[in-house]
């Protein structure tokens, strides 16, 4: 096995020359440039020759004067290593932004100083580009958002950006900051989910503070957020300390989703609840008079000889007529009682808290209001009703069994002469099916 010698003197001077760093021999008395190595003259535009006819004072830009030289040199001495940022003066005239770490050692009784010169002129402009981004993120999230906080959970203390009380019509010394500002203006209704929600978070049964709900602006009115956090610093005893978090305004997109739900839960032709929404509350009346055991009334309503409007006035005055048939039931009905269309000319009524035989009266009505309406405005010769009506509990307790026996009642009203009504318990009586 060969033996490894250590490097003479001019192998030392090829392996500096390597460095990607500039290294520097200087006299501390005079902070002449004894020796550099290759990075040391070609970073700044010189030969080796022309930089050891330079001294600190002539390079480094940020050192003036020999006072503040021999000051850092009583600093250097004192320290291992001494840290120095400045700029060394290239030799177009500009200038290269250096981080310079110092040693001093000792040889045949002579102080010498070792310097290392990192260009950091790339890292200086990152840094300044990170800040600027930086400065950006802050910008967007304080301004080009709708709006954050940031809430000492300790203290109490809250920060609202400006963009969040402007949000809420407030100016920028306004709010106070802490959580009371926040929960006072939270709608009542949904002040109490929106606690349960950061309850659960900080108890882990949610990952995520999220949560929608209605804030009130200064002029008191109330806006649909979506409020966003999460805790960012823990205690000891990984208990919240801080949580930051954003809100947006999505009062648009509620009302839109609202107006589509609307539309989806209601007939396009008369705007009364439409066969799936109309079977939704049916369904939790019925479960409401279980629960309450109270008597549930359901009606059947269907227009008599319906088809004649659509063949003697066409479909367009047909739909006029349903329109205005669906009105004269809704108006002669009581606010409790519940109505929707079932389909085409056919109708269902929902009338809670009332038993079977206290329906009639109601009927009675409904028939009377269609022979004193105004059906010359309305351009159509009058049509009459068929109701069949059912009850809870004699003639079923589910929604379906009650349906299908005041369906079946309608068709005997239809069949044995129109413009009447029959309850269930008649065709039990008369052994109708």
């Known amino acids: 096995m060969t033996k490894t010698t250590a490097p003479t003197p001019p192998e030392l ?29 070609e970073d700044l535009g010189y030969n080796r020759e022309e930089v050891l006819n330079h001294s ?19 600093v250097i ?18 200038d290269i932004a250096v981080e310079v770490v110092t040693t001093h050692f000792e040889h045949q009784g002579k102080t010498y100083f070792l310097s290392s010169a990192r260009n950091v002129n790339k890292r200086l402009a990152f840094e300044k580009d990170l800040q600027t981004r930086e400065d950006s993120v802050w ?3 304080n301004e080009a958002l709708d709006g954050l906080w940031e809430w000492d959970i300790e203290t ?4 609202f950006s400006p963009q969040l009380k402007k949000m809420l019509g407030y100016g920028p010394d306004e709010m106070a900051p802490n959580v009371k500002t926040w929960t006072q203006n939270i709608h009542p209704d949904d002040l109490q989910m929106v606690l349960q929600a950061m309850q659960d978070y900080h108890h882990g049964i949610r990952s995520v503070y999220e949560v929608e709900y209605r804030l009130r602006n200064r002029n008191g009115h109330y806006l649909w957020v979506h409020d966003r956090g999460k805790t960012c610093q823990f205690d000891a005893q990984n208990q919240p300390l801080r949580m930051v978090g954003m809100v947006q305004d999505i009062t648009d997109r509620k009302h839109l989703q609202f ?8 007939d396009v032709l008369t705007q009364l609840p439409n066969r ?10 019925l479960a409401l008079a279980k629960r309450n055991q109270r008597p549930m009334s359901l009606a059947v309503v269907d227009f008599d000889d319906f088809k004649n409007i659509n063949d003697m006035y066409g479909h367009q005055k047909g739909d006029d007529a349903i329109v205005f048939g669906a009105q004269q039931l809704e108006n002669a009905l009581r606010e409790t009682d519940i109505i929707y269309r079932w389909g085409g000319e056919e109708f269902v009524i929902i009338f809670p808290n009332t038993p079977l035989n206290n329906t009639q009266a109601i009927s009675e009505k409904l028939h009377r209001t269609f022979r004193e309406a105004d059906w010359r405005s309305l351009g159509i010769l009058p049509f009459t009703l068929s109701i069949g009506i059912a009850g809870y509990p004699e003639n079923g307790d589910t929604f379906a ?4 026996e005041a369906d079946k009642a309608v068709f005997v009203a239809k069949e044995t002469g129109r413009d009447q009504t029959i309850l269930a318990t008649d065709l039990l009586e008369t052994g109708t099916t």
């Open 139 to 141: 910008f967007a999230l």
């Open 13 to 41: 001077e090829t392996l500096f020359d390597h460095l990607a760093d500039a290294i520097y021999l200087l006299d501390p008395e005079t902070s002449h440039i004894l020796w550099c190595n290759r990075a040391g003259f």
């Open 259 to 266: 107006q589509l739900e609307d539309l989806a839960a209601h």
């Open 56 to 74: 600190v004072l002539s390079l480094q830009k940020d050192v003036v004067g020999q006072p503040q030289w021999d000051e850092m040199v009583q």
């Open 77 to 94: 001495q004192a320290h291992k290593a001494y840290t120095f940022v400045g700029r060394h003066r290239h030799k177009n005239g500009g």
């Open 401 to 404: 069994q009650l349906f299908a």
């Open 276 to 285: 799936r929404e109309g079977e939704k509350q049916a369904q939790r009346q």
């Open 156 to 159: 109490d203390y809250v920060f």
